[in-house]
């Protein structure tokens, strides 16, 4: 993790070079944040970026993919509940679900030819490009061990990270005193240094304000596992093998554990241990247990870095000059879980 961490610092900067660009002009949020990560996972697993930052369409179009994909896994399958409807996709599920991953596949499918090619050549020869991508081969991985390593890694990493730092701006621009207080946290630990991973850890604000995104819009708001034993919950008797579904949202909105649950105040984070690493149950945003996010050491610190940049170099407004307050905050039911309408802000330099 520590090693790729110039990777990371590099796609907020390029984010940031954009930005000054696109001032004064409508961003859509969603899209910039997707195919920075695309970029920085690109650049971990394949030593390269994946989309140009300003092509909206090519970015739509990987997005679209990705989306697909996840939709498919999270679609209900008829077999599942009635087992006679086994080994026929009466849905075209199956169909679609092949379709997306031949789609996500032939991203990189070039990439791994080209790179098996390269490891042909003489041994002296091969280049050493110290990404994941050199780690598989190297171990011998097959394309389609290659294939479904990666698949787990691009839709996990870009949905997930997009949906929260959506959340985060929208949150922000709706309350001031929070952004104008996140501000001068990252103005009086950053004071005009470049912005790098070891420094984010010291902004204890930033990442309470993170927390309570994470609390209040999970971008996985249920957790499907299997009961491994028979067990009791409250009066429930929840026989081994059944599927069940961890709320989380549900969690995070609970008036029983939270004061006002669904007001945004990084506060209740402040001076708190609570913490998102499994063992605090009433905030579990990455799960617990063996099954927890494998991302998470990642994802903490690319949505810390991300959000410091935005904040820190950027006044944001809404297109017309729109009033935050009667911002749309419907959410959409969806893996990750989406804002209805997706986030346009305008940039302007600080
Ligand atoms: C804010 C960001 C993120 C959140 C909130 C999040 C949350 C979660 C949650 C709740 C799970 C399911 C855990 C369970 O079943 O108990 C999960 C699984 C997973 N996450 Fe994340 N995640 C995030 C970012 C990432 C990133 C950046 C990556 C990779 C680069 C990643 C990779 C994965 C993978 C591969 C799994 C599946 C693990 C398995 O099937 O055992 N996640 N994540």
Known sequence: MELFANKREKGVLDMVDLLVFKQGKVVKIGNLVFSVVFNVLGNICFSRDMVKLDD????????????????????????????????????????????????????????????????????SDVKKHGDFLDLMLANGFSDDQINYMLLEIFPAGTGTLTSTIEWAMAELLRNKEVLNKLYSE?????????????????????????????????PIAFLPHYASETCQVMHYTIPKDSLVFVNL?????????????????????????????????????????RRMCPGLPFATKQVHLILACL????????????????LDMNEKYAVPLQREKPLLLVPTRK
């Open 56 to 123: 909206e369409r090519g970015t739509s179009e990987m997005k679209g993919h990705i989306w697909k994909f996840m939709e498919c896994g999270t679609t209900p399958i008829l077999a599942d509940f009635f087992p006679i409807f086994d080994g026929i996709d009466i849905q075209g599920q199956k169909k679609k679900a092949k379709k997306c991953l031949d789609n996500l596949f032939k991203v990189w499918e070039g990439i791994i030819k080209k790179r098996r090619e390269e490891q042909h050549c003489n041994e």
């Open 186 to 218: 990252l103005k009086k630990v950053i004071n005009s240094n470049p912005i790098q991973e070891s420094t984010i850890f010291q902004l204890p604000y930033l990442n309470a304000c993170i927390k309570e995104v994470l609390r209040l819009h999970p």
């Open 249 to 289: 949202w549900a969690i995070g909105h609970d008036p029983k554990i939270w004061d006002d649950p669904f007001s945004f105040k990084p506060e209740r984070f402040l001076n708190s241990n609570l913490d998102f690493k499994g063992q605090d149950f009433e905030f579990l945003p990455f799960g617990a247990g």
């Open 311 to 326: 904040v820190y170099h950027f006044e944001w407004s809404l297109p017309n000059d729109g009033d935050p307050l009667m």
